[in-house]
């Protein structure tokens, strides 16, 4: 196989920066995937590779698969950041030269690669012969042609995947409009109030599922689930949304029966594109799901290109990944739970169902994913010892990607663990993967702003955020993050104007930003505004502390900063890790070596606060003095590196 990045020359003349950050995502997208099918990767080529496999079947696999990953990358980006691949295949005998390869095999396969489309894959007439009737494919044939230093003439054939547009390039319309969808929360119909968790469970399935459907995003769980009983209308669903298509329907579960029926309406017309209703058994919930996935690709194949086209979209059947039905019960049962996020004992009660889940069927990767997604939300919010936590995370993401490499959302968690202790470029890596996996997820965009920040990127950060708001508009940990990044990019009155109208979803944080925005202004009154809004929500917070104590000192009260530090330290010495807020109120009251020991700490604990340190107005002299300069500089070092420090 040979691999070659389409336009990387003009690209690395007009922007080389550019070009080297899409050559290091592109890397990191198809390593993995060589590796899923076998393949060893011979040598980097700079923008391509040089790839060998055992077997002509996965490497067409292969290739197909990389082209799918790198379509549903696209849809998620702008046109300045696509990624266009050209895959040639050829079989044929090599020698092995000090771990290279040599021979006329590998001359032919590099002139195979050039006659594929962008987003395409040409196979050699030996591959095709090979292949032809073993996948699930469509092959063109382009014919004999010529090729450079090859004697006789090699015939060609391109490859059109299954699920996936030809080889030739998109319509702008496909590629940069996918088509929205909001699967709204099924009504439950369940008799037994005990199975009310189903209808829930199952939403979320859905939405997980249609979200694997090529040119779809499908809005989060998050942000559709306060419609569930809503009386609202599907145009206005619709349009507070903004998506194009709704998927509405209900459940009945009854023993070992499920009823289910669904519509995919039009949200403009409100006029039903199709309805179905399913009436079997609950062993069969599998292929009611691929069958609903499947409607929904056509339906949306016709949107974009017009009913002709409906008849190639099929979409490829997800094989069920647990066998034991009371598992996957109990699975449903703890994403209920999880999604709601109602109370820390709630978390822990869905922490057990996943136990439980993965005690019955080991084997059920998804289940993994659940323990190791509510392992580390209790960790976050303090409710359980980190280190533990994290550990055992770690453990069973590695167990989940050992069963099924192919879990968005095990790729986001791990990228997020990783995040959390320091590990920088394998945060990216994941959080790509992930993105490549399934657009539809919002996290990954999130953990991506937060490196671009740390990068020194604050508008990159801002982009990221806007596409993850895109994808789930009720995240409440976007909305935090992106009045801050939008304050911190210069874009002030966009700032504020945010704030004022999000505060109500993320009261205390939202106030926080606020607080240090008004603080930074000199504002002192609206500045008390927003801490007595923190103080009415947690107290106890060690941001409550820093910004009450900062206003305090603001006043003429330094006297009150020095208490709320020796609360703090007090809270310090029973572990809790509060040293740099005990450094920012040192450095508000102008003593600026207790404020670098504090930061010096925070650094070995990787928890230094990097944004405010980066951007925030509060401390701009602190980035004049040289040790903080040097703080900064081992940091961004050590980033570069590939294990650093994480962004607060």
Known sequence: MFTDLVGFTKLGQQDEEAALRLRREHQDLLRPLFQQFGGREVKSLGDGFLVEFSSA???????????????????????????????????????????????????????????????????????????????????????????????????????????????????????SRPLRLAVLPLANHTAEPEDGYFADGLTDELISRTSQVPQVRVIARTSVQRYKGSAKSIREVGQELDVGVALEGSVRKSGNRVRISVQLIDVKSEAPIWSMRYDRPFDDIFAIQDDIAGQVARSVEAQLTGPAATGHVPVTSSAPDTSDMEAYALFLHGRQLFGEKGSVESIRTA????????????????????????????????????????????????????????????????AALYLGSDRFSECEREARRAMALNPSLADPYRWLAQLAAGDGDIQQAVRYLEAARKLNPEDVNVLSF???????????????????????????????????????????????????????????????????????IRRGDPAA???????????????????????????????MDAFVDCLEEAFRHNVLPLLELLYSPLYADARKDPRVQDILRRQAGLRKGGNSGTAS
């Open 57 to 175: 079947l996965e490497s067409v696999r292969c290739a197909v698969e990389i082209q799918r990953a790198l379509a549903r990358r696209n849809a998620s980006v702008g046109p300045e950041d696509q990624l266009q691949l050209r895959v040639g295949l050829h079989v044929g005998d090599v020698v092995d030269e000090d771990g290279d390869v040599v021979g006329d095999a590998v001359n032919v396969a590099s002139r195979v690669e050039p006659l594929a489309e962008p987003g395409g894959v040409a196979l050699s007439g030996s591959v095709y012969e090979q292949v032809r009737n073993k996948l699930p494919l469509v092959f063109e044939r382009v014919g004999p042609r010529a090729l450079k230093n090859v004697q006789e003439p090699v015939e060609i054939y391109r490859v059109l995947a299954e699920g996936s547009r030809p080889a030739t390039a998109p319509r702008e319309s496909t590629a």
């Open 351 to 414: 922490l057990g169902l996943f136990e439980g889940a993965v005690a019955r069927d080991p084997g059920f990767a998804r289940a993994h994913v659940g323990v190791a997604e509510t392992l580390l939300w209790l960790a976050t919010e303090g409710s359980t010892p980190f280190r533990e936590a994290e550990d055992r995370t770690l453990v069973e993401l590695q167990r989940a990607l050992e069963i099924n490499e192919g879990i968005a959302e095990a790729h986001s968690t791990l």
């Open 482 to 552: 992106m009045g801050r990044a939008l304050a911190y990019a210069g874009r002030e009155a966009d700032a504020v104007a945010f704030w004022n109208a999000t505060k109500s979803q993320v009261r205390f944080r939202t106030n926080a930003h606020m607080a240090e925005y008004y603080l930074g202004k000199g504002n002192l009154d609206e500045a008390e505004r927003a801490i007595r809004e923190m103080q009415a929500v947690r107290p106890e917070s060690p941001w409550t502390y820093l910004y009450a104590g900062m206003l305090a």
């Open 561 to 591: 900063a020095r208490e709320m530090i020796r609360t703090l330290e007090e809270r310090r010495q029973r572990g809790e890790m509060v040293v740099f807020f005990i450094g920012f109120l040192h450095y508000a009251l102008g003593e």
